[in-house]
């Protein structure tokens, strides 16, 4: 049987007109719908989507893409989770300090105001993409490998959730913007003298929080999550911060260099690498402690293998009707409920995002969104 595949790079608000009128021509049966991200703007929007799409085509035909879910290292984590005991064992509050993930953007806006103004860091990066690595990394062990088994427990999550208060958006979340700065060297404006900007617009272009699991795993295990246009260099990664050993038998003033990390690094350089605590080479360095990589990285590893591009990964995962790389209807339900609240409590404060220049890691309120808990951003200059 002929299959069609129909990838909607369009606007989500006319996702129901155009499967409407496939269905009129006769090009529903059968066909596969590819829907681009985001699906909607707030869960109300979101709903009406979805609840649209599937008048004419059944969940098992619909898929919702995020293209970090097709990166090669977003892929292992499954692997690298629930196949190595070295970690399944370790992966739970008895053993992990706390977990951080960044995804930093060099670039600004690149000429899309008319979209970006009305949706924001957090409706475009954190409801979507650091939510989906957030899951992976938190949820329990899927019962199988199929769609829904993994699905299942990510919907898990995302509802164990904690909501964040009204205090709590003063202390556990950080909303930025970034003014006119330094980018490569050159000089750069900031969001608000881009093209076509309105000057007046509070829409943030950075947001850092701390997102708490209510589950037996993660209770007392802060995630911090950070995002933002602007930024030092483009980066993604996971770093996942082990607790230090019960029994300290080093030397005092070492203590400080101890805490394992496992750092999942998703772009630039796809790769994991574990720092370990190894002795210091040399006749008179005594126990002196260290910290060193355990490094694999996937392009030097896998040289005679060519990772595809996390585009053409997902495209031939849909050809073959593996929705394992895709989001259920519930996964971004669950998403924007939690996200809601956040948008919600900002609108009814009025509070304005907090400046940060161009080429920097953001305002100085979220380096103290971490530091007050006793901890630092891994690798931050």
Not at 186 to 196: H, T
Not at 203 to 219: G, K, M, P, Y
Not at 290 to 312: C, H, K, V, W
Request: net charge neutral.
């Amino acid at each position: 049987t002929q299959r069609l595949i129909a990838y909607f790079a369009t606007p989500a608000a006319v996702y129901g007109a155009i499967c409407e009128n496939l269905s009129r021509v006769g090009l529903a049966e059968n066909t596969r719908v590819v829907l681009e991200k985001p699906i909607g703007s707030d869960l109300d929007s979101s709903r009406k989507v979805n609840d649209a799409v599937a008048q004419f085509f059944p969940e098992t035909r619909i898929y919702r893409i995020d293209h970090y879910l097709g990166k090669e290292t977003v892929q292992n984590l499954i692997a690298l989770r629930f196949a190595n005991s070295l970690f399944e064992t370790q992966w739970n509050q008895r053993y992990i300090s706390h977990v951080e993930i960044t995804v930093a953007e060099k670039v600004g806006i690149e000429g899309r105001w008319g979209y970006f103004d009305k949706a924001g860091q957090l409706r475009d990066m954190i409801q979507n993409h650091l939510l989906q690595l957030l899951c992976l990394i938190a949820m329990d062990p899927p019962a199988d490998l199929s769609a829904d088994s993994i699905r299942d427990e990510k919907v898990k999550v995302l509802k164990a959730l904690a909501p964040i208060s009204a205090e709590g958006l003063t202390t556990q979340v950080v909303r930025g913007q970034y003014i006119a700065g330094y980018s490569e060297g050159q000089s750069v404006p900031g969001y608000l003298e881009e093209e076509n900007s309105n000057t007046q617009s509070d829409t943030e272009t950075f947001v850092a929080l701390r997102a708490d699991i209510r589950n037996w795993r993660w209770a007392g295990v802060p995630f911090y999550l950070r995002t933002g246009k602007r930024m030092p260099q483009k980066l993604s990664q996971i770093v996942i911060h082990f607790k230090e050993p019960s029994h300290y038998i080093f030397a005092p003033e070492q203590r400080l260099q101890i805490g394992n990390k496992l750092i999942i690094r998703l772009q630039p350089d796809e790769g994991i690498s574990l720092r370990v605590m190894t002795k210091e080479q040399g006749l008179d360095k005594g126990m002196q402690l260290r910290s060193g990589p355990l490094q694999l990285n996937f392009s030097d590893t896998y040289r005679s293998a060519r990772i595809p591009d996390a585009y053409e990964r997902l495209l031939l995962e849909v050809m073959r009707g593996n929705q394992n790389l895709f989001v259920r209807k519930d996964e971004i339900e669950a998403a924007w409920k939690w996200c809601d609240q956040l948008i919600a409590g900002w609108k009814k404060s009025g509070d304005a995002p907090k400046p940060y220049a161009a080429g920097s890691w953001g305002p100085m309120s979220s380096i103290a969104l971490i530091t007050r808990d006793g901890r630092s951003w891994y690798g931050d200059i």
